[in-house]
């Protein structure tokens, strides 16, 4: 009997061990996509800050005000979709992927223009704030060039949903990638070439957005690897609409929460003394710093595929009887995520 138990706790163990390997597959991808796309904005950064301090603190500023009012809320909003797609993928409810994306896109298209509205009063509210007025003008001005990319991405965070609950990562990754090689010269290009300045930072990064968002989009329109799961449109979209606002909501305010106790400290520099140097350096220091997020950030996107793929599979059988242990290893991985997320967010 207790060979036997031994035997069982052994196959359990090595069972965990190649979840884990597996969950690496997806999670090192993972946290290379999102450092390739956090990129773009380094690399507008980067390229900004050679033009001098003004236009550095301008740019910060403005970053960090349209992920405060608009990229943050759209990422969390997007976020409720990886609770849909999952269940429905490991219901094998296929089609309903595709139903719930476009629900999702065509929702977050519908918050972008209160969202723009608000971005064209940013000058107003950085002055009654107390930032200088060079800055919130500046500032105003740049954030005009994003609202593009606003819309982008109100297509390619639910996209980004769509293949990630699929666990299909390389297609992100490679586009992603095609993308950064696209955006390093066109950046320059529009700032120093065409001398638009910091606004050629944003025309860079808005064209380099729409341009994922149209390479992955070929990519669902003629890949057999989505042919169960392709988006198509019917009454059902609309009629998801509520639903996903249920799920959004409450995952926009964890998101938002988080993102904002970093930008807000941005946007407080820029009440300091030399607002001009202090805004540049802290941007220069959260932005270095914030690609620490994206390793922890891969390690729990793969936890959330493990998990609503464990719904289908999770059932191990050994010697002819069924063992529900998929929520054991379950638990374990999401531990691990956990513990590499406070890891990493400590340094």
Not at 161 to 173: C, G
Not at 208 to 220: A, D, E, H, P, Q
Not at 245 to 254: D, I, K, L
Request: aromatic share 12%; charged share 10%.
């Amino acid at each position: 009997m207790s060979s036997e138990v031994e035997k069982k706790w052994i196959m359990t163990r090595s069972a965990l061990v190649g979840e884990l390997k597996k969950e690496g597959v997806i999670a090192a991808p993972m946290v290379a996509v999102g450092v390739l796309q956090y990129l773009l904005q380094v690399v507008s950064v980067v390229m900004v800050g050679h033009l001098g301090d003004l236009s550095l603190s301008s740019v910060a500023i403005a970053t960090s005000l349209t992920n405060v009012i608009g990229f943050s809320l759209l990422s969390g909003m997007a976020g409720g979709l990886e609770t849909l797609c999952g269940q429905a993928f490991g219901a094998e409810q296929y089609q309903k992927l595709g139903t719930y994306t476009l629900t999702a896109i065509i929702s977050l298209i519908l918050i972008c223009p209160p969202l723009c509205i608000l971005w064209m009063f940013m000058e107003k509210f950085l002055t009654l704030s107390g930032q200088d007025a060079l800055i919130s003008s500046q500032a105003q001005s740049y954030s005009m060039w994003l609202i593009p990319a606003l819309f982008a991405s109100a297509i390619l965070k639910p996209l980004t949903r769509y293949f990630q609950s699929q666990s299909l990562i390389l297609p992100m990754l490679l586009t992603s990638f095609v993308i950064l090689l696209f955006h390093i010269p066109s950046c320059w290009i529009f700032i120093y070439k065409l001398e638009l300045g910091s606004h050629g930072a944003a025309i860079a990064f808005s064209l380099s957005t729409w341009l994922n968002v149209i390479l992955l989009g070929f990519y669902v329109r003629y890949s057999t690897a989505l042919e169960r799961t392709r988006i198509a449109f019917s009454k059902d979209v609309f009629l998801g609409i509520a639903e996903f606002f249920r799920f959004g909501v409450p995952s926009a305010v964890m998101v938002c929460l988080e993102w904002w106790s970093f930008e807000m400290l941005i946007l407080l520099s820029g009440l300091l003394p030399n607002p001009k140097l202090e805004t540049s350096i802290l941007s220069i220091c959260l932005t270095t710093s914030s690609l620490h997020y994206f390793i922890p950030y891969g390690v729990g996107a793969a936890a959330r595929s493990w998990e609503f793929r464990g719904g289908s599979d999770g059932c191990f059988c050994c010697s002819g009887a069924c063992d529900n242990r998929g929520s054991h290893y379950e638990h374990n991985f999401l531990l691990l995520s956990l513990y590499s997320r406070i890891c990493f967010q400590q340094h």
